[in-house]
């Protein structure tokens, strides 16, 4: 009964979730970085279409890049929380090292 008991916990210790939010992190910052990056890109590409689009064009040319500066902000604000976050679990990971011992 023990172990279907550990078998439903979500994770066995914090130790545990800080280590696999720490491994994960990198990825989910370069990921938002990424996304910028690609909207910036795609954005580019649709401003000399939206100047040679017909009116129907230029409409949904432009609810297209609304769409993508949503996107861009949106990985912006991502990026960010990651940075700031990434300082306080660092600060956390690090403290729980030095209660525990190495």
Same mark, same amino acid.
Not at 84 to 89: F, I, S, Y
């Given at each position: 009964? %023990? ?6 916990? &979500?994770?066995?210790?914090? =130790? @545990?979730?800080? !280590? ?5 992190? @990198? ?6 970085? !990424? ?11 649709f401003? &000399?279409? #939206? !100047?040679?689009e /017909? &009116? ?12 993508? +500066?949503?996107?861009? *902000? +949106?990985? *912006?604000?991502? =990026?960010?929380? *990651?940075? /700031?976050?990434?300082?306080? !679990? %660092?600060?956390?990971? =690090? #403290?729980?090292?030095? #209660?525990? %011992?190495?």
């Open positions: 009964m %023990g172990e279907e008991r550990e078998k439903v916990l &979500p994770l066995r210790t914090l =130790h @545990d979730f800080l !280590l696999d939010i720490e491994r994960e992190w @990198d990825r989910f910052r370069t990921g938002s970085l !990424l996304s910028m990056m690609t909207t910036a890109i795609l954005i580019l590409f401003i &000399p279409r #939206l !100047l040679r /017909r &009116p129907f064009g230029r409409i949904s040319t432009l609810i297209l890049i609304a769409a993508l +500066l949503y996107n861009a *902000y +949106l990985a *912006y604000r991502q =990026h960010s929380f *990651y940075r /700031r976050w990434e300082k306080r !679990l %660092g600060l956390l990971i =690090h #403290l729980e090292e030095e #209660l525990l %011992g190495d």
